[in-house]
């Protein structure tokens, strides 16, 4: 399986032929959905859902698996071809196998009602966690991590990967990060999360 890094949190995962996206959102590239058979989408925010860029890539052919806020978006217009699931649900998509896991997304601040969040572990592997600080109740290969977002700081990062125990990180939710805050981001990640950390440029691939 290959890994390719998008923009922010949008991720682009591939196997025997087949392309699966997770969060194509504003921040990211136009073309980061283009191209998918299947679409993954964690939540509403629109850093991590760009209706315009999921619609392109279901008139393209692909199919979308998502909570039900996204999916009241699309499903009108694309009958059959986009799917809500949640927490505990387990499902294939373009031949991923997929696991729902979490429920809320996490804390910005106690005045602000939370919504929904969902995150995903594709192929028992590689799990993104959308906008929350789930801990899939397995183990979990490769975890995209994300870095620094509103609603998180870097002691509850590092708190994160010691609690999942993932044999790597990449990171994810960096948009806002700036060039010269990220060294800072990095040493403490590695030197204290008890995990290997790799950090991707947009467009970048990893082999998993």
């Excluded at 860029?53 to 909570?67: F, Q, Y």
């Excluded at 997304?105 to 602000?112: E, S």
């Amino acid at each position: 399986m290959r890994l390719t890094k998008k923009l922010h949190s949008c991720v682009r995962l591939e196997k025997d032929g087949a392309t699966l996206v997770v969060d194509p959102g504003a921040f990211s590239e136009e073309d980061a959905a283009a191209g998918a058979d299947a679409v993954l989408i964690t939540h509403e925010h629109p850093d991590h859902y760009d209706e315009g860029k999921v619609r392109a890539a279901l008139e393209a052919g692909a199919e979308v698996w998502t909570l039900r806020s996204v999916a009241d978006t699309l499903s009108a217009a694309f009958p059959g071809r986009v799917r809500t699931v949640g927490h505990g649900d387990t499902f294939t998509a373009a031949g991923f196998e997929l696991e729902v896991h979490g429920e809320l997304h996490a804390v910005i601040h106690p005045d602000l009602p939370r919504i929904t969040n969902i995150g995903f572990l594709v192929d028992g592997s590689v799990f993104h966690p959308g906008d929350a600080l789930t801990v899939p109740e397995r183990p979990v290969d490769t975890l995209m991590l994300p870095v620094m977002a509103p609603w998180n700081k870097i002691s509850e990062v590092v708190d994160y990967v010691r609690e999942v125990g993932p044999r790597l990180t990449i990171d994810i939710h960096d948009a806002l990060l700036t060039d010269l805050a990220r060294p800072i981001y990095d040493r403490h990640i590695a030197n204290l999360g008890g995990a290997p950390h790799e950090r991707l440029s947009p467009g970048a691939t990893h082999t998993l």
